[in-house]
């Protein structure tokens, strides 16, 4: 675990260094996409871009440069491919999303979607951890309870206005994510199996927490789209699709439970 932990912390820093994806880098991308502006993207053949344009595609803002960039990313594979070497990452971006803000992100990419995809992720990482210490000492100690959330807010106000303020530091944002993340699953996992004995359907828990863990992977592989369609982060958005669903699974397990014993308390009372 702690090998895992420091392979995905290196990455990050790896990710802090990285000025940006390998084909964005490319002298014949880059040499595309600014002749590409300058013939389409003023004047005249900009009105004629805007007059072509789908109406779907000019609600989600995309812009003649976005089309420049979108064609050359593919005239450059195709050179890639030409010349047998293997296809690069464009415009490449780490991110762990919350659904609703991350098709917005995947819709259209720019500067304020990007930020809400980020930040919606942190939210949903950081929530559960604070469900896991509702379920785990909330119960018993509400203080407790309240405490923490309070210390999660002022963690995440301080993530958020670092990344906003300072520097959008992609880097960071992944290390951070990452370290709560393991934070999240080594606490679900121990009380998990403290009370596997006592409840059984505590093992559809330990069965999201490992799965989630294991298609985090996903967002660290970089290969070529299958059908130039699923990248290894569309595959793990399908893919987190039914864990959603055995975690709700354990929720209303885990909720008729504790009314079951709150009625036994009651009875006894």
Known sequence: ???????????????????????????????????????????GALKHFRSRQPIYMSLAGWTCPDDCKYECMWVTVGLYLQEGHKVPQFHGKVSLNAWFWSTVFHTRDTDLTEKMDYFCASTVILHSVYLCCVRTVGLQRPAVASAFRALLLLMLTAHVSYLSLIRFDYGYNLAANVAIGLVNMLWWLAWCLWNQRRLPHVRKCVAVVLLLQGLSLLELLDFPPLFW???????????????????FSFLEDDSLYLLKESEAKFKLD
């Open 229 to 247: 369609v699923l990248d290894a982060h569309a595959i793990w958005h399908i893919s987190t699709i039914p864990v959603h669903v055995l975690f």
């Open 1 to 43: 675990m702690a090998g895992r932990a420091a392979r995905l912390v290196l990455l990050a820093g790896a990710a802090a260094v990285a000025s940006g994806s390998q084909g964005d880098r490319e002298p014949v991308y880059r040499d595309c996409v600014l002749q590409c502006e300058e013939r389409n993207c003023s004047g």
